[in-house]
């Protein structure tokens, strides 16, 4: 894994905010980026994001993360929303997979669908500029 990010660039961060189908899109500037992880501050208010971001978060399969450069996002929502609706639509492949091969568990399977039933439709809750 390389270097992907360079201090001083301004970047978006869209994440998962409750892994049923609501995200945050983050306008920040790098700060430092190595290979393991990233530091960035709030481009609005100058204040560091509370946590490092992980790198192989960002390319994880399972997670909803991605940052983008702010050069090559014109419209940042757009990408959210799309990005959202992909991994919506994985999660629901995945728990209905599970609902299958579990059938036989009710409670596991009462769980499982329980959380298939509380995805929804990509929203936002926070966007900073």
């Not at 997670?63 to 799309?82: G, I, K, Y």
Request: glycine share 4%; proline share 3%.
């Amino acid at each position: 894994m390389t270097k992907k990010f360079t201090k001083g660039q301004e970047v978006y961060q869209i994440s998962s905010w409750d892994d049923k189908g609501t995200y945050v899109i983050k306008h920040l500037i790098v700060e430092s980026c190595g290979k393991i992880q990233m530091t960035a501050k709030y481009k609005e208010t100058g204040n560091m994001l509370e946590r490092n971001i992980r790198m192989e978060t960002i390319d994880h399969p399972r997670c909803f993360m991605a940052v983008v450069v702010v050069n090559d996002c014109p419209n940042p929502e757009e990408f959210a929303r799309q990005e959202a609706t992909k991994y919506i639509a994985d999660r629901r492949t995945a728990m209905e997979k599970q609902i299958e091969k579990n059938a036989d568990n009710e409670g596991y399977v009462r769980a499982v669908q329980e959380s298939l039933d509380a995805l929804h439709e990509p929203r936002a809750v926070y966007f900073s500029k």
